[in-house]
Nanobody, 124 residues
Framework: QVQLEESGGGLVQAGGSLRLSCAAS????????MGWFRQAPGKEREFVAV????????SYADSVQGRSTISRDNAKNTVYLQMNSLKPEDTAVYYC?????????????????WGQGTQVTVSS
């Protein structure tokens, strides 16, 4: 199994930036993709960003496109989400996700492992 632990969340003023980190451990060898989802109070968990195993392909939700960058450092078994120009509507618990293989989707149902989440709060 794979364990994921997020960090880097916190309280930030609108227009500010945060960098979230997700450290993976366990049976992380082999092909995989990693991504970020978020869930606001009373809302469903939604896709934010995904990155391929070698970092060559990324995809973003329209809501964060142009403001966020996902990256990974396989030597550190870590994936990052740099978020800039944060808005109050970005407030949510952000979850790191992991999927075996090379395919991915925006539905959280297809992902294999999840972290505990890190809170991001953006004040207006």
């Amino acid at each position: 199994q794979v364990q994921l632990e997020e960090s880097g969340g916190g309280l930030v003023q609108a227009g500010g930036s945060l960098r979230l980190s997700c450290a993976a451990s366990g049976r992380t060898f082999g092909s995989n993709v990693m991504g970020w989802f978020r869930q606001a109070p009373g809302k469903e968990r939604e896709f934010v960003a995904v990155i391929s195993w070698n970092g060559g392909t990324t995809s973003y939700a329209d809501s964060v496109q142009g403001r966020s960058t996902i990256s990974r450092d396989n030597a550190k078994n870590t994936v990052y989400l740099q978020m800039n120009s944060l808005k109050p509507e970005d407030t949510a618990v952000y979850y790191c996700a992991y999927r075996r293989g090379s395919n991915w989707g925006s539905s959280p149902l297809v992902w294999d492992y999840w972290g505990q989440g890190t809170q991001v709060t953006v004040s207006s």
